[in-house]
């Protein structure tokens, strides 16, 4: 990894937690400045691009920072599924994940898919259809382990991957908001008992 290379990620990374932490409006170039000890021509230089405004630069760099942040929560689930055969220990591997780390995610300030969906909507409609994206992947990705579990006798035949896989989501993410509001995870806990519960369901 070059220099350049090194000095975009280190933008982001700094950048990642920022927006998480602050939203988009609450996070200024100022900000991502003293986060990574680089003058206001050290980020624009790197994020800038022929037609781009000073708004353009903060909008290409959270971006980058919302894709960061999505791959640091997605990589680390997928260290631990990854070793894990089973299609129903799979799953359940997701909801211990977040369990452990509603509190203490792999980037500060919580669920960025969650955080950026509520500030980008209607008004940033290049953020949010990055989050469309991310879901649309996520849900893929619990959909094609349904099925996969279903192919190996797994789970039970004839279950619906693409409702399950919507209320696994919506479930989660409920419980990841009302753990945030409360800073109490225990509050994330009855909606862990119930994606077990959801998962437990299917098996066969």
């Known amino acids: 990894m070059g220099k350049s290379e090194e000095t975009r990620r280190h933008i982001i990374e700094k950048a990642a ?3 998480n932490q602050r939203g988009f409006h609450g996070t200024s170039i100022s900000d991502i400045m003293d986060a990574t000890g680089l003058t206001k021509g050290g980020i624009y230089g790197n994020f800038k691009k022929d037609g781009v405004d ?3 630069v903060k909008e290409e760099i959270a971006l980058a920072a919302f894709k960061y942040a ?4 997605a990589n680390e689930i997928r260290t631990r599924t990854s070793v894990i055969d089973n299609s ?3 799953l359940k591997t997701v909801v211990y994940f977040y369990k452990e780390r509603v509190l203490n995610p792999p980037v500060e300030g919580g669920c960025p898919i969650l955080n950026t969906s509520i500030e980008a909507d209607d008004n940033m409609p290049m953020l949010q259809d990055k989050v469309v994206e991310a879901i649309k992947q996520w849900h893929y990705g619990l959909m094609r382990t349904i099925e996969k579990g279903m192919e190996k006798g797994e789970i039970q035949e004839g279950v619906d991957a693409d409702l399950f896989a919507s209320r696994f989501i919506g479930t989660l993410e409920g419980g990841i908001m009302l753990s945030r509001i409360h800073k109490d995870v225990n509050k994330f806990m009855p909606m862990a008992g119930q994606l077990l519960e959801m998962i437990e369901g299917i098996k066969k």
């Open 17 to 19: 937690v920022l927006f």
């Open 54 to 56: 000073k708004k353009g």
């Open 70 to 73: 999505v791959a640091a929560v």
């Open 88 to 90: 129903i220990d799979k």
